[in-house]
């Protein structure tokens, strides 16, 4: 996420296709940058739900 992104934690990302259309990139850049948030336990994604924003690295979900 961008540095200058408001994004709180438990808030949900927007789907693949608006953060590359907004951020000007392609879906596998979106997809990649995901993964690593997701690895570095920034990003939690719940299957049927969305991809959240976690409160601090390794930190529970609220869902």
Not at 44 to 49: C, E, G, M, R, W
Request: proline residues 6%.
């Amino acid at each position: 996420m961008a540095p200058d992104d408001d994004r709180r934690p438990a808030s949900r990302l927007p789907g693949e296709r608006d953060l590359a259309t907004d951020y000007g990139v392609s879906i596998g850049t979106v997809r990649r940058a995901t993964d690593v948030l997701r690895e570095q336990g920034l990003l939690v994604t719940l299957p049927a739900k969305g991809t959240y924003v976690q409160g601090k690295a390794g930190a529970d979900s609220t869902h």
